[in-house]
């Protein structure tokens, strides 16, 4: 698994003809990692997994960005703000 820290088999619910492309809507039914991508608590780290994702409007591949806060304190916020 070298070359895949990160796996998730899922099962394809639908497939949606959008013009040239298809869109697939699937369900996650099993996870596997590496130790290499674990957290101290076991959990999954997505900074060690480092995934990408191509951008095709602009053809360019983009990295996740940093981590911002816990859902629930950041979520909070952007109400206030919001308001």
């Known amino acids: 698994m ?4 990160l ?5 394809l ?3 949606l003809e959008l013009g040239l ?3 697939f809507i699937g369900e996650i039914v099993d996870v596997k990692a590496e ?6 608590d076991r959990s999954l780290d ?5 995934p990408f ?11 996740i960005g940093p981590y911002l806060e816990k859902a629930h304190s950041i ?7 919001g308001t």
């Open 2 to 5: 070298a070359e895949f820290p």
């Open 7 to 11: 796996v998730l088999e899922c099962r």
């Open 13 to 15: 619910l639908h497939a």
């Open 21 to 23: 492309h298809t869109r």
């Open 35 to 40: 130790e290499s991508v674990l957290g101290e």
């Open 46 to 50: 997505i900074e060690r997994v480092d």
């Open 53 to 63: 994702f191509y951008i095709p409007t602009k053809r360019i591949y983009h990295r």
């Open 75 to 81: 979520g909070a916020d952007l109400r206030k703000a």
